[in-house]
């Protein structure tokens, strides 16, 4: 399987504090990977290291295959857009653009244009940034981090203090980006609610460690609705349930049988046990939501 980027280990420590703590990720090319993490979790700074901004003190990373002592020359092909974007208020957004493409040694009014077309700013490229709301900033600076034709963008929280308008213009924006220029994209945030909108894989880091990783249809599984039964007898429950043709279910903790379809007919269920002489030591239908899933991993209050 080919991988774009590959962490092993990866970490960073300032004096006694450890902001990033071994971490192994690997990105495949195309996908939408969605870090994870509350505030001073250790996102931003995983970011800077990857984006070439930090060094690590322990552990390696590679991108196209590179190793990080390589992956200066392939700057070019990584956009970042990290805590807020670089601009000048004074100068319009075509001149942002523009300063920005020659520091790479590009002079292409005409993809400027196209760019901040994508981003839907195309009307307003005339006018100075400083009149932008904050939504209109973060996609300006989606697009100065597309200037360089990357292949990789590494964006960090941006959609954190948007209005939900600007939300959904940047979600929308993001997926965009990933199905029509083919961009791999590592995106943080801590809300689990809008990245669950977008991305394909996720990865929770807490307490600057990587605690989880799964895909966008575990997650959907993790937090559908469910019938949660903890019979007497497990071991024989399964037996009965399999009797009745249900096939979506897992047991947890050798004591809790979570049942995923069929969610009318938990009193049949009960009375099939009861008919097999299993106790129902209790039943319910639950359905937990992103947030409340997040929580229940990393174990505390919101960020």
């Known amino acids: 399987m080919e991988y774009l980027l590959e962490t092993d280990n990866i970490t960073k420590k300032y004096g006694n504090l450890t902001a990033v703590d071994h ?57 970042v857009l990290i805590e807020s974007p670089g601009l000048f ?29 994508d981003v839907g700013l195309s009307d307003v490229e005339k006018r100075k940034v400083k009149r932008f709301s904050m939504g209109m900033k973060q996609r300006l600076g989606i697009a ?55 991305a394909t894989r996720y990865g929770i880091i807490h307490n600057g460690q990587l605690i989880d990783e799964f895909t966008h249809q575990e997650l959907l599984k993790r937090c559908s609705e469910r019938i949660e039964i903890r019979p007497s007898d497990p071991t024989r429950a399964v037996t009965v349930i399999e009797g009745m043709g249900i096939t979506e279910f897992k047991v947890i903790d050798n004591s809790i049988i979570q049942i995923f379809e069929r969610l009318d007919d938990s009193g049949d269920i009960v009375l099939e046990l009861a008919k097999n002489n299993i106790k129902t030591l209790s039943v319910a239908v639950k359905n937990e939501a992103l947030e409340d899933y997040y929580l229940s991993i990393t174990g505390g209050a919101k960020a």
Not at 92 to 111: C, E, P, R, V
Not at 156 to 179: A, C, F, M
Request: glycine fraction near 10%; aromatic fraction near 4%.
């Open 23 to 79: 971490v192994t990720i690997k990105l495949q090319r195309g996908e939408i990977y969605g870090l994870i993490g509350r505030n001073g979790a250790g996102k931003t700074t995983l970011l800077k290291m990857l984006a070439g901004l930090a060094k690590p003190t322990e552990g390696t990373y590679t991108i196209f295959g590179e190793s990080q002592k390589n992956t200066a020359k392939l700057r070019d092909r990584i956009g």
């Open 89 to 117: 208020p004074n100068l319009s957004a075509f001149d942002n653009m523009k300063i920005k493409a020659l520091t790479l040694g590009m002079n292409d009014d005409a993809f400027l244009r196209e760019l901040l077309n």
């Open 144 to 198: 100065m981090s597309l200037v360089g034709h990357p292949d990789l963008l590494l964006l960090d929280e941006p959609i954190n203090g948007l209005d939900p308008q600007g939300i959904v213009e940047v979600r929308e924006l993001i997926e965009r980006l990933s199905k029509e220029r083919n961009i791999t994209i590592l995106i943080s945030s801590h809300i689990l609610e809008e990245l669950s909108k977008i």
